[in-house]
Nanobody
Framework: QVQLVESGGGLVQAGGSLRLSCAAS????????MGWFRQAPGKEREFVAA????????YYADSVKGRFTISRDNAKNTVYLQMNSLKPEDTAVYFC?????????????????WGQGTQVTVSS
C-alpha cells in the first residue's frame, strides 16, 4: 500500500509556473508507475501526464505537451509536475496517482492509489 500527498498548488497569473510535488509513503515507490490527473469544476477527471517506474517513459496529454514536465526521484519517493506557461484553462484540482503496472495507464480507473489533490488556479 502507498499513501500519496500532493503539494505546491496555488494561485498564479497566466504565463507563470508552478511545480507540484507528490510525496509517497512506503518502501516500494520505485515499483509504481505514477500519473498526474486534474479535475476542473463540473468536468470529469482528465489525464495530464504519466511516467514509468524507471522514468524512461513519459506520456502527456496533448493539452499540456511542451508546457508540463513530469519527473520522479525514487530516492526521495517523490514525483513532480513542472508546469510552465500556465493558462486559465489549466485551473483545476491536480491529483497524483500510483499504479502497479508495467506501462503507465492513461485512464484514471486503472490507478490503484490517489492523493487528496492540490488546487491550481491560473488567473487571466
Amino acid at each position: 500500500q502507498v499513501q500519496l500527498v500532493e503539494s505546491g498548488g496555488g494561485l498564479v497569473q497566466a504565463g507563470g509556473s508552478l511545480r507540484l510535488s507528490c510525496a509517497a509513503s512506503g518502501r516500494t515507490f520505485s515499483r509504481y508507475v505514477m500519473g498526474w490527473f486534474r479535475q476542473a469544476p463540473g468536468k470529469e477527471r482528465e489525464f495530464v501526464a504519466a511516467m514509468s517506474w524507471s522514468g524512461a517513459r513519459t506520456y502527456y496529454a496533448d493539452s499540456v505537451k511542451g508546457r508540463f514536465t513530469i519527473s520522479r526521484d525514487n530516492a526521495k519517493n517523490t514525483v513532480y509536475l513542472q508546469m510552465n506557461s500556465l493558462k486559465p484553462e489549466d485551473t483545476a484540482v491536480y491529483f497524483c496517482a500510483a499504479a502497479v503496472r508495467v506501462v503507465p495507464p492513461l485512464q484514471s480507473n486503472e490507478y490503484d492509489y490517489w492523493g487528496q489533490g492540490t488546487q491550481v488556479t491560473v488567473s487571466s
